[in-house]
């Protein structure tokens, strides 16, 4: 089991910036790949970026690509999304998840963390 729990969302501007964090207990953080995801209201959980357990390789949606970074410490076991350029449309609840390396689909979950950016 890997427990996830996410900070840093909150309200900010069109334009600004934030910086979410993902804290990882339980197992060897490095042995897990994690991502991104973010659900909008009344709209379908979607992935953002995701990150190998190695930091090697990234992965961005379209809708974000130039503007988010993912990132990772694997000293700190902590996965970070810096995010950019902030635009209404990325208003959702940000959610941190986590997969060992050897499944196709994210088996891990944080609470999720709410980003708001105002127009």
């Known amino acids: 089991q890997v427990q996830l729990v996410e900070s840093g969302g909150g309200l900010v501007q069109t334009g600004g910036s934030l910086r979410l964090s993902c804290a990882a207990s339980g197992r060897t953080f490095s042995n897990y790949d994690m991502g991104w995801f973010r659900q909008a209201p009344g709209k379908e959980r979607d992935v953002v970026a995701t990150?190998?357990?190695?930091?090697?390789?990234?992965f961005y949606a379209d809708s974000v690509k130039g503007r988010f970074t993912i990132s990772r410490d694997n000293a700190k076991n902590t996965v970070y999304l810096q995010m950019n350029s902030l635009k209404p449309e990325d208003t959702a609840v940000y959610y941190c998840?986590?997969?060992?390396?050897?499944?196709?689909?994210?088996?891990?979950w944080g609470q999720g963390t709410q980003v708001t950016v105002s127009s």
């Open positions: 998840t986590a997969k060992e390396r050897y499944r196709f689909t994210y088996t891990y």
């Open positions: 990150i190998t357990s190695s930091g090697a390789a990234t």
